[in-house]
């Protein structure tokens, strides 16, 4: 079983930035690929950005290259995504979310545990 908890959600100016943590309870962190989603209102989950095991292969959807930055630390038990140059496309509740699956996968069914989720909305 994993337990997630995202943090660092908030309301800011487009333009500016937030760091958005995820703290997983389990016994071995490096097992999971790990990925942030976004839901905004009236809209289907989306995928926003992976990792791999190690961390050393990241992914993102095209609308936030450049702009979001994902990184993890297994020592620590935490994903988290840097969101700079936010925009108000961006407002949504993010998700932290895990699979054991070894291929990178952007689908939503393909991960097994999810956090709560954070808001995140941006001001224009």
């Known amino acids: 079983q994993v337990q997630l908890v995202e943090s660092g959600g908030g309301l800011v100016q487009a333009g500016g930035s937030l760091r958005l943590s995820c703290a997983a309870s389990?016994?071995?962190?490096?097992?999971?690929?790990m990925a942030w989603f976004r839901q905004g209102p009236g809209k289907e989950r989306e995928f926003v950005s992976g990792?791999?095991?190690?961390?050393?292969?990241?992914y993102y959807v095209d609308s936030v290259k450049g702009r979001f930055t994902i990184s993890r630390d297994n020592a620590k038990n935490t994903v988290s995504l840097q969101m700079n140059s936010l925009k108000s496309e961006d407002t949504a509740v993010y998700y932290c979310?895990?699979?054991?699956?070894?291929?990178?996968?952007?689908?939503?069914?393909?991960?097994?545990?999810w956090g709560q989720g954070t808001q995140v909305t941006v001001s224009s």
């Open positions: 990792i791999s095991r190690s961390g050393g292969t990241s």
């Open positions: 389990v016994r071995t962190f490096s097992n999971y690929r």
């Open positions: 979310a895990a699979t054991q699956l070894v291929s990178s996968t952007r689908t939503p069914r393909n991960y097994d545990y």
